[in-house]
């Protein structure tokens, strides 16, 4: 464990280590597939803080080279093209969309970089795993760890310690699980 700088007692492998496996989205996806386009029905649940509930109709078409996806929420009453995510480097990736508000009477765009490295000052991996359970029924987990590598230095002749470890630290956390049931037209 790592002495903490003020003289404190040193921070507790709890606080250093923490895995949180209750995940805080909820996801319910039913999709149709007809004629190459992929009809769906996402119902979604967020836990605290908010616990809010999201339906949305999603429209995409199934060719490898689709370009676009429409959402439709009923709830708020938007809609909105969005483009697929248009990889900019290996890491980094750009989304633009057009919306609507009927509620409002506004349109407007929007666009987003993401990527599934990086964080504030400490390393992040985010990630999506799917898992098929069978044909029609798959399981994805949305996952994500924040990091600080485990260090390790010493010295002789120097007034630093011979020996010396920091400890690192993990958060990681399953943040989304998702049920998506797939029919599909047979051919």
Same mark, same amino acid.
């Given at each position: ?7 404190e007692e ?26 190459g ?8 649940f ?7 509930y999201? *339906?949305?109709? %999603? @429209?995409?078409?199934? /060719? ?11 709830? +708020? ?28 009477h ?16 400490v ?15 798959d ?5 994500? *760890?924040?990091? %600080? @590598?485990?260090?390790? /230095? ?11 470890? +920091? ?21």
């Amino acid at each position: 464990m790592e002495s903490a700088p003020n003289g404190e007692e040193p921070t507790s492998w709890d606080e250093l280590y923490n895995i949180n496996l209750v995940p805080s989205e909820l996801f319910l996806k039913f999709r149709k597939e007809v004629q190459g386009i992929r009809l769906g029905l996402n119902m979604e649940f967020y836990n605290a803080p908010i616990n809010e509930y999201q *339906a949305k109709l %999603v @429209l995409k078409p199934l /060719t490898p080279e689709w370009k676009w996806k429409i959402i439709y929420e009923p709830l +708020h009453h938007d809609v909105r093209v969005l483009s697929k995510k248009i990889p900019i480097t290996k890491f980094l990736n750009l989304q633009v969309g057009v919306g609507h508000n009927f509620q409002m009477h506004a349109t407007g765009w929007k666009w987003k970089l993401t990527t599934c490295l990086g964080g504030d000052g400490v390393s992040r991996i985010r990630n999506k795993t799917s898992v098929g359970l069978f044909p029609g029924f798959d399981l994805r987990f949305g996952w994500r *760890a924040d990091y %600080v @590598l485990p260090e390790i /230095t010493g010295a002789l002749g120097t007034d630093e310690p011979m020996f010396n470890m +920091h400890s690192g630290r993990l958060q990681a956390s399953l943040d989304r699980v998702e049920a998506i049931l797939t029919h599909s037209d047979a051919a």
